[in-house]
């Protein structure tokens, strides 16, 4: 069902239908979308007329049904050109990809939330959930839980109350106090893993991604299954995932901030 937090007006409400649209995973019929919305039949009506009109969604006549259209690819591209750290992390992630032979993820926190932002399989890869574009939870992820180990105290407890503590399977953190014992222990070595938290069978080293003054850019992980590794065997790639990370983020910091850079030199030399 769609929902909308309150004070979001109509551009909340047009977004909601978009995420509702795109969670059916398939084209689909008005008539599917208002039995799984809580708007009024007109509201949502002329919400999907609008951003039909706006190339948001794309109409299929023949079928009668409505799915993502082309605008939000354009858009979602410039996002991931501008506001995602994947293409500066691009060079990077490739390159620890060939030297590891495993599955490779990049990944940023969207509200709470794991967004991969790119990802790297083997020559024979593993089936898994994560794809580049999907969401998946912070709290029993290792690129989640290794960019939550690292927030402020403050935007911890306000990302904590974002999750559901969903027992995926019998090894995911149920509780926030279970999770903040993990992330206390993941600060102290730095860096996390999945031990079959999320999927049975998919384990992984995971990696923040931090600046220079330790805020939270991102994270990166190596991923496996039980049957080709183990939790021990991944800790070997930890160095070579500290390395990539800390290129990243010095890439990522040129890259976005080279104007505070360049003032910095110059108040320096003054």
């Known amino acids: 069902m769609a929902r909308v937090q309150s004070g979001d007006g109509t551009v909340g409400k047009a977004v909601s239908v ?28 002329r919400l999907v ?55 490779v993820h990049l990944a940023q926190l969207d509200h709470g939330h794991v967004l991969y932002v790119d990802k790297r399989d083997p020559a024979q890869p593993i089936a898994m959930f994560s794809q580049a574009g999907r969401v998946g939870p912070a709290y029993c992820t290792g690129v989640g839980k290794a960019m939550l180990a690292f927030l402020p105290e403050d935007e911890l407890e306000r990302v904590l109350q974002m999750q ?38 998919i384990i992984c080293i995971a990696m923040p991604i931090l600046t220079r003054s330790g805020r939270v850019l991102g994270a990166m992980s190596v991923t496996t299954s039980t049957a080709h590794n183990t939790l021990d065997g991944l800790t070997a790639y930890a160095p070579d995932l500290k390395h990539t990370a800390q290129e990243i983020a010095e890439t990522v910091e ?13 108040m320096g030399a003054a």
Do not use: C
Not at 29 to 44: I, N, Q, W
Not at 79 to 103: C, H, M, N, Y
Not at 166 to 193: D, M, N, Q, S, V
């Open 254 to 266: 040129s890259w976005r901030f080279p104007e505070q850079t360049r003032t910095k030199q110059v």
């Open 49 to 103: 007329q609008t951003l039909t009109n706006q190339g948001m969604l794309a109409y299929d006549p023949d079928r009668q049904t409505y799915a993502p259209g082309l605008r939000l690819v354009q858009l979602a591209h410039a996002a991931w050109e501008q506001s995602s750290i994947a293409p500066v992390a691009r060079p990077f992630v490739d390159k620890l990809a060939r030297k590891v032979g495993q599955t």
């Open 18 to 45: 978009l995420d509702q649209i795109a969670a059916f995973g398939r084209p689909v019929r008005f008539s599917e979308l208002l039995d799984d919305s809580d708007m009024p039949k007109a509201t949502l009506y």
């Open 164 to 201: 559901s503590f969903h027992r995926f399977t019998e090894h995911t953190l149920g509780t926030p106090e279970e999770l903040k014992a993990e992330l206390a222990a993941i600060r102290a070595r730095g860096y996390a893993f999945d031990r079959e938290e999320h999927e049975p069978r």
